[in-house]
């Protein structure tokens, strides 16, 4: 009820570049409710995009995806109604939702829900931080749908998006070049597993060039070189190969850990998919050890962290590097500093009881600490007055962990710079 009362004062209930201005633009054809009464009936396509986080086994959470459902099929209206599955969800739910549509519909309507509805899987490839251009300029659309009827629906919803024929907002113009966006329309199991194979994918990409990087540092090759050598291939690419500390998010870690899940229940053991879990796991603990080799003793020092939120531009905490460096530090009696452009006061809204001091700028990370890592790779990082910053430093260290900053000067200025590979 808070985020939607947000929403209805023209607020937007977290950090996203442009999303106030879409959502301004669009306030006309825009309502928002906590009734399933209000939102349901009349419409032809509903959208479930509720959070689906893990369980303990890495199965995903889906209570707030069955309590959509059932919501949805106690208020379906008389026209014929499109349900889309938008969160992630195990492969063969779309089946369950439908069941649970139909079973919450005929029992509130005492009759068969024939023809009254149908379910559909249009997983989502947005990136935090560029969602807005990822949703008006996608590289694909997915539609999974059993039914032709189906798939007509959404794609009239999409045509224009498929066709690029709507104006485009001024502050998100359309890309150079950009032409028709490809359609793939699938039976409802293959659409569900291509999100779930394209985002393990994505994370396999990061933690093999992490781990080449580990190989880069013993060898004394340069691990940028080496990223950008192989990612010229056109069989590779190269997005997604920037050595570092590693991925989180909302995605990436819950996406994996469901795909092993749904492996296992079919006798099905996805070593990649786990190796690339324990990759990405050990790059943070990198960060700690790294921070031993040069310091020694971290009880009583003092660890700057630059960046909290698991990528640039967004505030989002979910599976953030920070979190768990910041814990491990503390476990081994640091005092921590944080700071972040964004995500600040996100980070003290849902970690209180983290024993960290939250500082307003870059420069008081800095000041007085033995040591500061760059976790997260905001611009602004890049463009500090390092040499300014030495001199309020009790050590000159720096753990560089996206590789984001100029080694070379920051070495000319004094600093000791420390990375993550090569």
Request: aromatic content about 8%; charged content about 25%; glycine content about 10%.
């Amino acid at each position: 009820e808070r985020k939607v009362q947000a929403l209805v004062d023209g607020k937007i209930p977290f950090y996203e570049p442009y999303m106030e201005e879409l959502v301004a633009d669009a306030r006309e054809n825009l309502k928002f409710t906590t009734s399933y009464a209000e939102a349901i009936p009349g419409a032809h396509v509903v959208f479930i995009a509720v959070g689906t986080p893990p369980g303990k086994n890495g199965s995903p959470d889906l209570r707030y995806l069955e309590a959509a459902a059932r919501g949805i099929g106690e208020h379906i209206g008389d026209q014929f109604l499109v349900v889309v599955n938008k969160s992630t969800v195990p492969i063969g739910s779309g089946n369950w939702v439908g069941a649970l549509v139909r079973e919450a519909y005929e029992k509130k309507n005492g009759k068969k829900a024939n023809g009254a509805f149908a379910v559909a899987s249009n997983p989502e490839f947005l990136r935090e931080g560029s969602a807005i251009l990822d949703s008006l300029y996608p590289d694909r659309v997915v539609i999974g749908a059993d039914q032709q009827r189906t798939s007509e629906v959404l794609y009239s919803l999409y045509r224009p998006i498929l066709d690029q024929t709507f104006k485009a907002p001024s502050y998100m113009p359309r890309p150079e070049g950009l032409g028709a966006v490809p359609l793939i329309s699938a039976d409802l199991a293959s659409a569900e597993l291509i999100k779930y194979a394209a985002n393990a994918f994505l994370a396999l990409k990061i933690s093999y060039i992490n781990e080449i990087g580990q190989l880069a540092e013993k060898v004394g090759a340069d691990i940028g070189q080496v990223a950008k050598g192989i990612g010229l291939d056109a069989r590779i690419g190269t997005r997604f190969l920037q050595a570092g500390i590693g991925w989180g998010g909302s995605c990436f870690g819950k996406d994996t850990a469901a795909l092993v899940a749904t492996a296992s229940e079919y006798g099905l053991d996805a070593q990649i998919v786990k190796a690339a879990r324990e990759v990405n796991a050990h790059q943070r603990d990198r960060v700690v050890e790294k921070l031993l080799g040069e310091l020694k003793i971290l009880k009583g020092r003092t660890i700057g962290l630059l960046g909290l939120a698991f990528k640039p531009h967004t505030d989002d905490l979910r599976e953030a590097p920070a979190l768990d460096i910041a814990r491990q530090l503390l476990d081994r009696g640091a005092r921590v500093k944080v700071h972040d452009p964004v995500a600040m006061e996100r980070f003290q809204k849902e970690n209180a009881g983290l024993d960290v001091t939250c500082v307003a700028t870059a420069e008081e990370v800095a000041a007085d600490a033995d040591a500061v890592v760059l976790v997260t790779e905001w611009p602004e990082y890049r463009e500090l007055h390092w040499d300014k910053i030495k001199a309020t430093m009790h050590n000159p260290v720096i753990l560089d962990g996206r590789n984001l900053l100029n080694r070379t000067a920051l070495t000319r200025a004094g600093f000791k710079v420390l990375g993550l590979a090569g």
